[in-house]
Nanobody, 126 residues
Framework: QVKLVESGGGSVQAGGSLRLSCEVS????????MGWFRQAPGKEREGVAR???????TYEDSVKGRFTLSQDNAKNTLYLQMNNLQPEDTAMYYC????????????????????WGQGTLVTISS
């Protein structure tokens, strides 16, 4: 069992930056697939970035070159650095985790993740 707590959200102007944090507690001796997801008003939840147990990071096309996922294992914390934010990035951002599947495969969609934080709100104004 793990607990995820997001922080770092806020309101910034277009072109600004934010860094989101996800603190992980519980069975941190385990290795998890982890990712960031977001849900904008009136839209379905979508993937933003994820990291596999081998450290390979995958980004959603719309955030490539602007967002950077990283982790600090000593602090049991996952980060999402968001630069050049745009109004379309406005959403509730969630951190998620789950156990790797057969062959150390990590799920690509939100339905494959079982552990979720409560979210942190990001609002971008023009």
């Amino acid at each position: 069992q793990v607990k995820l707590v997001e922080s770092g959200g806020g309101s910034v102007q277009a072109g600004g930056s934010l860094r989101l944090s996800c603190e992980v507690s519980g069975r941190t001796d385990r290795t998890y697939c982890m990712g960031w997801f977001r849900q904008a008003p009136g839209k379905e939840r979508e993937g933003v970035a994820r990291i596999g147990i081998n450290g390979y990071i995958t980004y959603e096309d719309s955030v490539k070159g602007r967002f950077t996922l990283s982790q600090d294992n000593a602090k049991n914390t996952l980060y999402l650095q968001m630069n050049n934010l745009q109004p379309e990035d406005t959403a509730m951002y969630y951190c998620a985790a789950d156990h790797p599947r057969h062959g150390d495969y990590c799920p690509a969609y939100d339905s494959g993740y079982g552990y979720w934080g409560q979210g942190t709100l990001v609002t971008i104004s023009s």
